[in-house]
């Protein structure tokens, strides 16, 4: 069964540092792309990140980049998030997805398997 769970998320005052955990499991990360979703509420879902361990290839939005580092640990099969100089901004719940990146940006209906999601606070 192909699953993706997510940890790492809780709460941090601005300016401090999370890293998100993606476990896979009925997969290797070469078979899909993982993605970084997340979800504030009242707000549409907005597509952060996505790594292709196969073609090495990365994306970020422009809302995170410089701040936010995606990595994939293929002998543990996990796909990390490091974020750094968080915003009250970057709050929301985050998602990782594994999928066929197909498009420039995150679609997340190229994404069949989602995990449950952790919850990030950004507040001092």
């Known amino acids: 069964e192909v699953q993706v769970v997510e940890s790492g998320g809780g709460l941090v005052q601005p300016g401090g540092s999370l890293r998100l955990s993606c476990a896979a499991s009925?997969?290797?990360?070469?078979?899909?792309?993982i993605a970084w979703f997340r979800q504030a509420p009242g707000l549409e879902r907005e597509g952060v990140s996505i790594?292709?361990?196969?073609?090495?290839?990365?994306y970020y939005a422009d809302s995170v980049k410089g701040r936010f580092t995606i990595s994939g640990d293929s002998a543990k099969n996990t796909v990390y998030l490091q974020m750094n100089s968080l915003k009250p901004e970057d709050t929301a719940v985050y998602y990782c997805?594994?999928?066929?990146?197909?498009?420039?940006?995150?679609?997340?209906?190229?994404?069949?398997?989602w995990g449950p999601g952790t919850q990030v606070t950004v507040s001092s």
């Open positions: 997805a594994a999928g066929t990146w197909l498009s420039s940006y995150p679609a997340d209906d190229e994404y069949d398997y």
């Open positions: 790594i292709s361990t196969r073609d090495s290839s990365i």
């Open positions: 009925g997969f290797t990360l070469d078979d899909y792309a």
